[in-house]
C-alpha cells in the first residue's frame, strides 16, 4: 500500500529556532516529492523535488529530497511566528496520475 | 491573477441528503484535482481532470460521488446521498500542467449530520 508519513506529528519551537521537519515514503513509480504549507484551508505550494540531493531553497526554508533512502527534509531557519502551519509532503506517482499526502507536521512558534 | 474559486464556503446537510460544489480553476490552468480532507488528516485525492477527461479518478466513491468538467474549465463535484463519514472539507485545486506544483482554493466544509 502506498503511504507517506511524516514526523514529528507536532512541534513547539520559539522564534529564532531552527526546524527540520520529515517525510517518508513508500510509494511505486514515484516521480517527485512536494511540500506545501496549510494555514487554516487551503495549502500553499512550497517545492516540488524530483532529484536526490539538489537542495531547493527560498528564503528561510530548503528542502532536499534522498530517493535512496526514500524521505525528504524541510528546514525552516529563524523561525517566525508566521511560520506557524501545518506542513504538508506529498508524493506524485505513475506519471503524476496519483499523489499522496501525508497527515503533515503542525509547528507552532511562539513569540 | 484570480485564484481557485469554490462555492459554496461552508454546507450542512442531513445524511441520504445531496449536495454539490463549484470549482473555478485559475484561467488557462489544463488540470483540476479534487481533494477530500478529513479532520486530522491529509488530502485524499478523489478525482484528476485533465482539460475535461479524467486522468485518476480511482479513489472516488463512485456509487455515491459523481464529478465532471464538462467545458474543461469549471468543475462539478457531488454527493448523493451523503453519509456521515462525508464530513469535511472538500478542495479544488489546478495546475498549468501536471507535473507542477498544485494551486488550492478555499474549500467547502461539509457537515452531514
Known amino acids: 500500500e502506498d503511504k507517506v508519513v511524516q514526523s514529528p506529528l507536532s512541534l513547539v519551537v520559539h522564534e529564532g529556532d531552527t526546524v527540520t521537519l520529515n517525510c517518508s515514503y513508500e510509494v511505486t513509480n514515484f516521480r517527485s516529492l512536494l511540500w506545501y504549507k496549510q494555514e487554516k484551508k487551503a495549502p500553499t505550494f512550497l517545492f516540488m523535488l524530483?532529484?536526490?540531493?539538489i537542495e531547493k531553497k527560498s528564503g528561510r526554508l530548503s528542502s532536499i529530497l534522498d530517493k535512496k533512502e526514500l524521505f525528504s527534509i524541510l528546514n525552516i531557519t529563524a523561525t517566525q511566528t508566521g511560520d506557524s502551519a501545518i506542513y504538508l509532503c506529498?508524493?506524485?506517482?505513475?506519471?503524476?496520475?496519483?499523489?499522496?499526502f501525508g497527515s503533515g507536521t503542525k509547528l507552532n512558534v511562539k513569540p | 491573477e484570480a485564484g481557485v474559486a469554490q462555492s459554496p464556503r461552508y454546507k450542512i446537510i442531513e445524511k441520504r441528503q445531496s449536495v454539490a460544489f463549484w470549482c473555478n480553476p485559475i484561467s488557462g490552468h489544463a488540470t483540476l484535482y479534487w481533494y477530500q480532507q478529513i479532520l486530522g488528516q491529509g488530502p485524499k485525492l478523489l478525482i484528476q481532470f485533465q482539460n475535461n477527461g479524467v486522468v485518476d479518478d480511482s479513489q472516488l466513491p463512485k456509487d455515491r460521488f459523481s464529478a465532471e468538467r464538462l467545458k474543461g474549465v469549471d468543475s462539478t463535484l457531488k454527493i448523493q446521498p451523503a453519509k456521515l463519514e462525508d464530513s469535511a472539507v472538500y478542495l479544488c485545486?489546478?495546475?498549468?500542467?501536471?507535473?507542477?506544483?498544485?494551486?488550492f482554493g478555499p474549500g467547502t466544509r461539509l457537515t452531514v449530520t
Open positions: 524530483t532529484s536526490s540531493g
Open positions: 506529498a508524493v506524485a506517482s505513475h506519471n503524476f496520475n496519483k499523489f499522496y
Open positions: 485545486a489546478s495546475s498549468r500542467d501536471r507535473a507542477e506544483g498544485q494551486y
